[in-house]
């Protein structure tokens, strides 16, 4: 049984940092696609960053380029994500994601759309403050 485990959410100030974690277990952790996604308030979820098995490619939405660093560690089976020089429009509820399926055109076009992921974790929180 597949589980994904978010931590690392709160409340911060703009310009502040936090660092999210993802436990997973229930799969064989090294091969799978994972990706962070967000929902704000009114809005629809949308994909923040995502990392490949093997060479580890990463990909982020244009929104955190240069802010957000998305990084695994597959001898913990746990996602990561840092989160640097966070504006209030960051704040959301941060999703950890996974697909088992291999890559194909569909993945490489668009890795950060939630119709790539079969799993889910339950949310962890944050909010950012002006």
């Known amino acids: 049984q597949v589980r994904l485990v978010e931590s690392g959410g709160g409340s911060v100030q703009a310009g502040g940092s936090l660092s999210l974690s993802c436990a997973a277990s229930?799969?064989?952790?090294?091969?799978?696609?994972m990706g962070w996604l967000r929902r704000a308030p009114g809005k629809e979820r949308e994909g923040v960053a995502a990392?490949?098995?093997?060479?580890?490619?990463?990909y982020y939405a244009d929104s955190v380029k240069g802010r957000f660093t998305i990084s695994r560690d597959n001898a913990k089976s746990t996602l990561y994500l840092q989160m640097n020089s966070l504006k209030p429009e960051d704040t959301a509820m941060y999703y950890c994601?996974?697909?088992?399926?291999?890559?194909?055109?569909?993945?490489?076009?668009?890795?950060?759309?939630?119709?790539?992921?079969?799993?889910w974790g339950q949310g962890t929180q944050v909010t950012v403050s002006s």
């Open positions: 994601a996974e697909r088992l399926m291999p890559s194909n055109s569909d993945y490489v076009s668009s890795p950060l759309s939630e119709s790539q992921y079969n799993y």
């Open positions: 990392i490949s098995p093997g060479v580890w490619i990463t």
């Open positions: 229930g799969y064989t952790y090294r091969n799978a696609y």
